[in-house]
């Protein structure tokens, strides 16, 4: 038997930019469940929730001060307890955000463990001494400023470490009194009925027991990330980390059914180490390999033969377009990409994860610079870093705050240009919009085992091309998505119907491919 997880579509929701309940200009989580009828319609299966546990908001929420509670930006944790019940009344299943690497400064733990060092939680933060010269413990980059990720401690003279910004202290995974109370949080969620989490920057949480140096990267240049100067062989995925999964994987083991995705960004080969040598580790390492990969129908195609011929036994794969750390598909590639890119989320073997509004066609909005809000984009102005393009509001209908909150009131960032025809509302009401074509890609799914679950092939296609056959018994599907602005004639082979075109109309099966069209035939 499939587990829900394997056959169903996960929508992520970036809680501050969904829906706006009590005018005050931020999304919430009684706006996310006024929202779920619309996601049921849409048909998606689970929806990942981006933190919203109470936070100095320094990272918007990734600086978590409790993890068993809400910000009263967001909400009560009542409010929480109706999402889970509400979401499964609908019998969408619901995942929370784990940030396992690190917590705010604002956390008790830390407020504690840097009170002194006799402390019995100094052990919970990576705390070290300065080097005889005063200066850090090692050469180690933050991830939000490329200087050094040590933070000096005044009153207890030493260094503690912080992958991202300063107010969000390195958790110490070796501690085991540390391990048991986050693993208490994760299981205060389940006991709640929470159906899994995302586990933030899983692949950090250890780092190098000796602290050694990293290496230089030689492929850094000036005007590049800062931070990427160094290779990271001793701040992510060192060989413990597998130690870790095997942690978490085994309190989600406590309960039925439940999903661990984790957040990693590694080449295949490393990445699909984190299922485990026998499945006991992450559920789905997350794949954002389609988001790194230049968009040809020739890369792409050579993305996921890599991915599959990676995958061991047994393991489940799984595709992402976008998030909130990325920018928008459509801003990355073009808009008329939109359409095939939907498509191919949608029907390749593995479980899709949707980004909030990728299922209308947003795009990346203009944030004028006294607007911005990502504390990536204020330390390295300029680089293209910051993310909030990628995190404006949901765009539900043409009214001047689309919908997101109420007129007059000024959302935390900007609504997008575009989304006067850029919204639910009104592709709704369009039989042809991408808001229905996405409905239809995801009831066909549903509908049909080859796509949700079936085997796939990789076909011979014209350039430009990218043409994949799913199949279980009894049932064939070929899929042909034209990456390029011109007619491509595509033989399927054998006879096919055309079930679906991305211009959601059925064209004559001997037609060539129309521009940018992605077509579903029945074999
Ligand atoms: C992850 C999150 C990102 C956050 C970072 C630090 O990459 O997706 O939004 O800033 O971790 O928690
Ligand atoms: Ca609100």
């Known amino acids: 038997m499939a587990h829900w997880w394997q056959t169903g579509i996960v929508y992520q929701i970036y809680p501050r930019s969904f829906q706006d309940s009590n005018d005050d200009g931020i999304g919430d989580l009684p706006g996310i469940i006024e929202r779920l009828d619309y996601l049921q319609w849409l048909g998606v299966d689970a929806i990942w929730v981006s933190p919203f546990y109470p936070s100095p908001m320094k990272d918007f929420g990734y600086d978590v001060a409790d993890y068993t509670d809400v910000d009263p930006i967001f909400g009560t944790l009542s409010d929480a307890e109706q999402l889970i019940a509400e979401a499964h009344a609908r019998n969408i299943k619901i995942i929370f ?160 059914e439940r999903v661990l995705i984790g957040e990693i960004s590694l080449p295949f080969e490393e990445l699909v180490k984190h299922y485990g040598e026998n499945n006991d580790e992450l559920h789905l390492p997350f794949n954002f390999d389609l988001i790194h990969r230049e968009w040809t129908a020739e890369e792409i195609r050579s993305s996921i033969a890599d991915y599959e011929a990676a995958l061991p036994e047994g393991a489940w794969p799984n595709y992402v377009l976008g998030n909130h750390d990325q920018h928008r598909f459509g801003s990355r590639t073009a808009p008329e990409q939109i359409r095939i890119g939907m498509m191919l989320l949608l029907t390749l073997r593995g479980t899709p994860t949707v980004y909030y509004g990728e299922e209308i066609g947003m795009l990346d909005g203009d944030i004028p610079l006294n607007r911005v809000q990502d504390p990536w984009e204020k330390n390295v102005p300029g680089l293209g870093l910051g993310r909030d393009p990628e995190r404006t509001p949901m765009q539900w209908d043409a009214s001047p705050q689309a919908g997101f909150t109420s007129e007059g009131v000024e959302a935390w960032l900007p609504i997008a240009s575009g989304y006067t025809t850029i919204n639910v509302n009104n592709e709704r009401s369009e039989p042809a919009s991408i808001l229905m074509m996405t409905r239809s890609l995801i009831r066909l799914r549903r509908d049909h085992a080859a796509l949700h679950l079936g085997g796939q092939t990789l076909l011979d296609a014209p350039e430009g091309v990218l043409a994949y056959e799913r199949q279980v018994e009894g049932e064939r599907f070929v899929v042909a998505l034209n990456f390029r602005g011109e007619y491509t004639a595509f033989a399927a082979g054998d006879e096919g119907n055309i079930v679906f075109s991305t211009y959601m109309d059925l064209p004559p099966a001997d037609s060539p491919l129309r521009p940018h069209e992605g077509r579903l035939l029945r074999i």
Do not use: C
């Open 97 to 256: 955000d784990l940030v396992v690497n690190h917590t705010s400064d604002q956390h008790p733990w830390f407020l504690e463990s840097r009170s002194s060092r006799d402390n019995p939680k100094r052990d919970w933060y990576m705390w070290a001494d300065p080097k005889p010269d005063g200066s850090p413990p090692n050469n180690w980059l933050g991830h939000f400023d490329g200087e050094s990720a040590w933070e000096w401690d005044e009153a207890t003279e030493q260094y503690y470490y912080h992958t991202f910004l300063a107010e969000q202290p390195e958790l110490n995974w070796r501690n085991p009194e540390m391990r048991a109370a986050m693993l208490d949080n994760m299981r205060f969620w389940f006991d709640r009925g929470v159906d899994g989490f995302r586990l933030d920057v899983s692949y950090r949480a250890m780092k190098d027991a000796e602290l050694r140096d990293n290496p230089p990267n030689p492929d850094w240049e000036p005007g590049m990330d800062p931070f990427r100067r160094l290779l990271e062989p001793h701040t992510r995925n060192i060989p413990e980390i597998h130690t870790f999964n095997k942690w978490l994987r085994e309190v989600a083991d406590e309960y039925e």
